[in-house]
């Protein structure tokens, strides 16, 4: 995720967060939300599962 975008989410300036979630596990990589992110309130609106197992999921701004 690139670096603009990570520093929209404190700020409370994102209305509505896509994300593809893979199966795969490696151990290591970039996190989404850092240890300086103030937890936020979510609703997930739509999720769907694709024929290789990843996961699609929408969620807005509670």
């Known amino acids: 995720m690139g670096r603009s975008r990570r520093s929209l989410l404190p700020l409370g300036l994102v209305d509505e967060l896509f994300q593809m979630i893979h199966p795969l596990v490696l151990g290591s990589g970039r996190r989404l939300f850092g240890p300086d ?26």
């Open 37 to 62: 992110h103030d937890p936020r309130r979510l609703r997930l609106v739509d999720a769907a599962t694709t024929w290789t197992g990843a996961l699609m999921v929408t969620y807005l701004s509670a």
